[in-house]
């Protein structure tokens, strides 16, 4: 079946330090890939999206990668700040169904 | 910026009651969500309705769960009876038409707790 894997959480990283969160897919025919973020006490937002094998989506600083070959789409920020400290979902739509993945939580100390 | 509006933020009930939740998607969003998010199952889809039409309720506990769009601006959620176990974080999400890339947006949530 479909589905979504994340690292799991918490992640605590330093100001500035590199990140990298990973998620890895399983599904049937052409998945759009998808991050979303979801800061404390709000609802989840869009991060980024990529539709089609080796896209890369981007916004705020982070990448994502869209790797047909290894069914992943790591996510990575160069330098982190106290403010992207959140939960980062990563989700897949295929056959118009959306998986959502567990989320991995985020902790940045100045 | 349009947003989803979601009443109530909180809500504190104790079990046997009926719980109502309110979600005001964005104007031209023809996709609603309802969404039950917990710590230990994460995300989990309740139903979801495309032009008010309900597509998918496969999630829902139909024996106390109901959910409706009486109109295109208000969607509900309603629990009946309440157990403990229904405490969790409920988010509404709307999507606008044309591709099933569109990104959701979604309400910041009713924080529900039965005891």
């Known amino acids: 079946g479909n589905s979504v894997t994340q690292m799991e959480g918490p992640v605590t990283l330093s100001e500035e330090a590199f990140l990298t969160i990973n998620c890895t897919y399983t599904?049937?025919?052409?998945?759009?890939l998808f991050w979303y973020v979801q800061y404390p006490g709000e609802g989840l937002q869009l991060l980024l999206k990529a539709t089609k094998a080796d896209d890369k989506g981007s916004n705020k600083g982070f990448e994502a990668t869209y790797r047909k070959e290894t069914t992943s789409f790591h996510l990575e920020k160069g330098s982190v700040q106290v403010s992207d400290s959140a939960v980062y979902f990563c989700?897949?739509?295929?056959?118009?169904?959306?998986?959502w993945g567990l989320g991995t939580s985020l902790a940045v100390n100045p | 910026d349009a947003r989803v509006t979601q009443t109530p933020r909180h809500k504190v009930t104790e079990m046997g009651q009926e719980v109502t939740m309110r979600c005001q998607p964005i104007?031209?969003?023809?996709?609603v969500f309802w969404y039950r998010q917990t710590m230990m199952q994460g995300l989990e889809l309740l139903a979801y309705?495309?032009?008010?039409?309900?597509?998918?309720d496969s999630g829902m506990p139909k024996d106390r769960f109901s959910a409706e769009m009486p109109d295109a601006t208000l969607a509900t959620l309603k629990i009946q009876p309440s157990e403990p176990r229904d405490s969790a974080v409920y988010f509404c999400?709307?999507?606008?038409?044309?591709?099933?890339?569109?990104?959701?947006?979604f309400g910041n949530g009713t924080r529900l707790t039965v005891t």
């Open positions: 104007l031209g969003h023809n996709t």
């Open positions: 309705f495309r032009n008010r039409a309900p597509l998918d």
């Open positions: 989700a897949l739509i295929v056959n118009r169904k959306l998986i």
């Open positions: 999400a709307s999507r606008g038409g044309g591709s099933y890339n569109s990104p959701l947006h």
């Open positions: 599904a049937t025919g052409y998945p759009s």
